[in-house]
């Protein structure tokens, strides 16, 4: 008689050599003996508004900290964990009635495989009929499902893998679908109980509200979880789980990575990371049968919004980061686990390059900003208009030092350095940002006004173009753009995500690899 453990470590080795060969990495030996037709662990990774300009402009501030990026021969960009996946595509992101996509549109193909109209969640472009998502069908095989965002929980992106509705702006019923729904872990933002109106909700506050969100949750079988200590206390025995970061901002969403490593003018203490929201799903969701997990970098693009490269950057580092936890947790199931990451579309038409420092390039000055222009506008700049109620006729010293202090340019010759001094020109700007804001009322009412600082404060908006481009790289825009998105793909099935293809395509070939049916 033959030894068991000989033939079934035979076997191991056999199905492994034949995985290898078709291109997955890793050695049976840490993967246990699972082995089915289709990925056990499926990670699906979507940066809202990253391309590839996101992808490398963090790359190259992360080179660029660590050397001086003239010098010959040396290192000009620093891959991410996800540049260094083994399968690399691109795909084309237009929604249905649009070249250029938003994120309910996209979601849905990315979700769904299916294409559909500007702000409609998972359903056919006359929002008729739903579509079945990729989580929804994983679900049904029988699969733990996790969601996860650094945005609110029932925005664009989340949404589509579990809701359908014609409006993404239906926050309501989307949290309905939510709390109701059979999906097993959900972290990162929180509600929009502010966007609530239906009768239940009608004259409460936040808190109100969110205390009727949470006691729908517990009783249909969810483990509410908003402070660091209960999300440190959740385990694979919280059968269901919703865990909310402690801290939210206006919108209900995560604070910026940026915001979290500095604090100015904020306490974040106990914020929780979107690695550690990962991870932390990992151990609510394993299970035998395995499980999917959509995570969501969603503040990229709302940095983007904003022209933001400070913020954009550190957050897609911060996504780069709950990949990397994803790739830890395949190095011990390398035969059974797929990771995919793409974005939804390019936000802000990010250029990496300037018209006014031509060749080139200095991201490592972008490290002396300190807060990102939400905080700024929301916390410090706030702060010095209460503490002065009758403002200077021009940008006075206390101004001015706060300008310097977090965003490292001095605009009052106040340190010896001479390169952190704006030029005439840069000052000029700054002033005529004050007078928008100090002395103009609405800033950004008009044509010029709007294309100069978008929907947002013109301070804050001018001072991290001032820095931007002095670092080299430009934004062309307040929206989004049509620019292909990069498709980064690692494990059982990888050699599906290459080339050039459709939004709709990727969640095509997850599901073919899934072995799962989607769409209509």
Not at 17 to 32: K, N, P, Q, R, Y
Not at 333 to 357: R, W, Y
Not at 401 to 406: E, F, R
Request: charged share 20%.
């Amino acid at each position: 008689m033959k030894d068991r453990n000989l033939v079934s470590t035979t076997t191991a080795i056999t199905m492994a050599a034949a995985l290898l060969s078709a291109g997955v990495a890793g050695t049976a030996a840490a993967d246990g003996r699972y082995f089915g037709r289709h990925p056990k662990y499926v990670f699906y990774f979507i940066g809202d508004g990253m391309a590839m300009p996101q992808v490398h402009a963090a790359e190259a501030y992360l080179a660029q900290l660590d050397e001086d990026d003239t010098l010959p021969g040396g290192v000009k960009a620093k891959q991410l964990v996800m540049t260094e996946f083994p399968v690399q595509g691109s795909q084309m992101s237009f929604a249905n009635d649009r070249f250029i996509t938003g994120s309910a549109a996209a979601g849905t193909a990315l979700a769904c495989g299916m294409k559909t109209n500007i702000g409609v969640i998972s359903m056919n472009p006359e929002a008729t009929a739903p579509y079945t998502s990729l989580a929804e069908a994983a679900k049904a095989r029988g699969m733990k499902v996790g969601i996860i965002s650094s945005v609110s929980i029932d925005h664009a992106t989340p949404a589509v893998f579990y809701a359908h509705t014609p409006s993404r702006n239906n926050y309501e019923e989307i949290g309905e679908y939510l709390l109701n729904g059979d999906f097993d872990y959900f972290g990162g933002g929180g509600f929009r109980v502010n966007k609530y109106t239906s009768a239940t909700y009608a004259g409460k506050t936040s808190e109100e509200r969110y205390a009727i969100v949470e006691a729908t949750a517990v009783a249909n079988g969810f483990t509410f979880a908003n402070t660091r200590a209960e999300f440190d206390a959740l385990s694979k025995a919280d059968d269901r789980a919703i865990a909310i970061n402690p801290y939210l901002d206006g919108a209900n969403a995560m604070p910026y990575a940026l915001n979290r490593m500095y604090s100015v003018g904020q306490n974040y203490d106990g914020s929780i990371t979107l690695a550690e929201f990962t991870e932390k799903g990992i151990e609510v969701l394993k299970n035998r049968k395995g499980f999917f997990m959509m995570v969501e970098g969603g503040k990229i693009d709302w940095a983007g919004h904003a022209n933001d490269a400070r913020a954009n950057i550190e957050d897609t580092i911060a996504f780069d980061d709950a990949i990397a936890v994803a790739v830890d947790f395949a190095r011990k199931h390398p035969l059974n686990t797929l990771i995919v990451v793409t974005g939804d579309h390019e936000c802000g038409g990010m250029s990496l390059g300037f018209a006014g420092t031509g060749y080139a390039s200095a991201y490592e000055i972008m490290a002396k900003q300190t807060i990102a222009y939400d905080d700024f506008a929301n916390t410090v700049l706030a702060d010095y208009k209460a503490a002065h109620p009758s403002p200077a006729a021009d940008i006075d010293a206390d101004l001015w030092a706060i300008i310097l202090d977090t965003m490292g340019l001095d605009g009052a010759g106040v340190t010896p350095d001479l390169a952190d001094d704006l030029t005439a020109y840069e000052l000029e700007l700054m002033e005529d940002a004050y007078d928008k804001d100090i002395h103009g009322g609405n800033g950004n009412s008009g044509e010029e006004n709007y294309l100069l600082y978008g929907y947002y404060n013109p301070i804050t908006v001018t001072l991290t173009h001032l820095l931007n481009r002095r670092a080299g790289m430009s934004w062309t825009s307040y929206s989004h753009t049509s620019v292909p998105v990069p498709v980064f793909a690692k494990g059982r099935g990888q050699r599906r995500f290459n080339g050039y293809y459709d939004n709709t395509d990727v969640a095509k070939k997850i599901a073919k690899v899934m072995g799962l049916s989607i769409g209509e």
